[in-house]
Nanobody, 113 residues
């Protein structure tokens, strides 16, 4: 079992940046795949970015070149750096432990002028 707590969401203007954090209650192994998902109002939850064993990462086409996923295993934390934010990035962002199947509670990101 693991608890995941997201933080770092908020209101930002278009073109701005935010960094989301996902703190795990237990050690995250280097082989544990972790992901960031998002769910906009009225839409299905979608995978935004993932980090897998060996340090490989993957991104949704809509965020490539703007978002960066990273992890600090010593701090049991996964990050999502979001740059050049657009209004269509507005959603609740969730952290997900892919091997154990646990979700965080989500953090709201709103991009608006």
């Amino acid at each position: 079992q693991v608890q995941l707590v997201e933080s770092g969401g908020g209101l930002v203007q278009p073109g701005g940046s935010l960094r989301l954090s996902c703190a795990a209650s237990r050690s995250i192994s280097t082989i544990d795949a972790m992901g960031w998902y998002r769910q906009a109002l009225g839409k299905q939850r979608e995978l935004v970015a993932a980090t897998r064993s060996g340090g490989s990462t993957s991104y949704a086409d809509s965020v490539k070149g703007r978002f960066t996923i990273s992890r600090d295993n010593a701090k049991n934390t996964v990050y999502l750096q979001m740059n050049s934010l657009k209004p269509e990035d507005t959603a609740v962002y969730y952290c997900y432990h892919m091997r154990l199947g646990y979700w965080g509670q989500g953090t709201q990101v709103t991009v608006s002028s």
